[in-house]
């Protein structure tokens, strides 16, 4: 059976062939994907590796976890299923019948407010904003 292990702490923009070269290091058989960001296509700091062997799998944790990789400390450790976040009568926990006590770390949420405080921006434009820094980066590099 395959194990997923979740690779976080990556670096904004890194090569994948660096990467994996360094998942070959401790042995073959490791597939990594990373998750992107569906507006802007840029990274999002993690991926997923599949690993074929329990071993090998216990091998990537121990010999990657918080190694440096592109100025940054990998964090490396076995993926929760999906079929596992599910609760009690095979409902979702994020659904309205949510009966489990496993809650959601709720890191870097945005809320929804309609007075945006002065000099900050308004959160409900930062995926515009974002784009519009791209554009504007991107012409700065052609200059």
Avoid: C
Avoid at 38 to 44: F, L, M, N, V, Y
């Amino acid at each position: 059976m395959s194990v997923r292990l979740y690779v976080g702490n990556l670096p904004q923009s890194f090569d994948n062939k660096e990467l994996e070269a360094l998942f070959a290091s401790v042995g073959e058989g490791v597939r990594f994907k990373a998750v992107q960001d569906r507006e802007t296509g840029a990274g999002r700091g993690f991926g997923f590796a599949n690993v074929n062997d329990e071993k090998l799998a216990d091998a990537v944790i121990e010999q990657l976890n918080g190694r440096e990789f592109a100025g940054n400390a990998l964090r490396i450790e076995r993926s929760e299923r999906r079929d596992e976040r599910r609760g009690p009568g095979g409902n979702d926990r994020r659904g309205p019948a949510n009966t489990s006590n496993v809650a959601r770390k709720a890191v870097n949420k945005v809320v929804h407010r309609d007075n945006v405080e002065e000099g900050a921006p308004d959160p409900r434009w930062a995926g515009e904003l974002a784009k519009l820094k791209g554009l504007l980066d991107n012409q700065k590099a052609a200059v």
